[in-house]
């Protein structure tokens, strides 16, 4: 089955025809920035890039917030304006009423766990999702648990949560080396291992290019493993969360 996967973030979206049987895309994933995040904006935005594809399908949609039954609950990350729930019904004309959403960071674990890094029998795997925000997904034997956003709970040793200070917008805005970077990581990975006890640590987001720099400076008692699916997990986690 062929399903449109987007995965909309604090800085653009990005999107593909995703195979659900084999989890791979069927078209090149195209990104697209926006200076204006106003929902209004990107989502015609979206709306363009389907008649020009000539989209008419099922669409799944990964997003920065908590979604709850198909209601999008918060958008730190995005705004309020997103919270209305008429916001996606400029799409409904190229979708049919086939058309689903799933928090970002869940659609990649849900991504990596089918057929990426989160295969196999672990007890439980947290999938750490490092762009904009901090996403943080839980599988407890191979069920998801889903909307934790543990990247907004309070910072152990510093002001602010957790994703004030591990995102990847702050390594940017702070101009961080990836060192420097991976030192404020480590405080957050021993305080999320103390909180949940993984058996195995996924790792994705735009840093993890950096894998092999950084890795080797952190210290954990899960395996510690990079995401397979770089830069397309949460699109194709999208798509398959609407079969």
């Known amino acids: 089955m062929h399903v449109l996967g987007i995965d909309l973030g604090g800085s653009g979206y990005r999107y593909a025809v995703v195979d659900t049987q084999s989890g791979r895309c069927h078209s090149p994933v195209t990104q697209r920035y926006h200076a204006d995040i106003g929902p209004q904006s990107v989502v015609n935005r979206i709306a363009e890039d389907l008649r020009d594809i000539n989209w008419n399908g099922p669409i799944g949609i990964g997003f920065p917030g908590v979604v709850e039954s198909g209601r999008l609950l918060t958008a730190p990350n995005l705004g309020e304006a997103w919270l209305d729930p ?26 990596e766990q089918r057929f990426g890094a989160g295969q196999g029998n672990h007890a439980c795997v947290l999938t750490l999702t490092i762009g904009t925000g901090l996403g943080t997904t839980l599988h407890r034997n191979g069920v998801m648990v889903a909307n934790l956003e543990y990247g907004r709970l309070p910072h152990p ?87």
Request: glycine share 8%; with cysteine; net charge negative.
């Open 157 to 243: 040793h510093r002001d602010g949560c957790l994703e004030d200070h591990l995102s990847g917008r702050t390594r940017r805005e702070l101009d961080l080396s990836v060192e420097s970077w991976a030192e404020r990581f480590q405080e957050g990975l021993f305080h999320l291992e103390d909180l949940l006890e993984p058996d195995l640590i996924i790792l994705y987001g735009g840093i993890v290019e950096h894998f092999d720099t950084f890795a080797p400076l952190l210290q954990t008692r899960a395996e510690l493993v990079c995401a397979h699916m770089l830069g397309h997990a949460a699109v194709v986690g999208a798509a398959l969360h609407t079969v």
């Open 86 to 111: 008429t916001v996606f019904d400029t799409l409904q004309p190229f979708h049919g009423g086939a058309m689903s959403l799933i928090n970002d960071a869940d659609a990649v674990a849900l991504a």
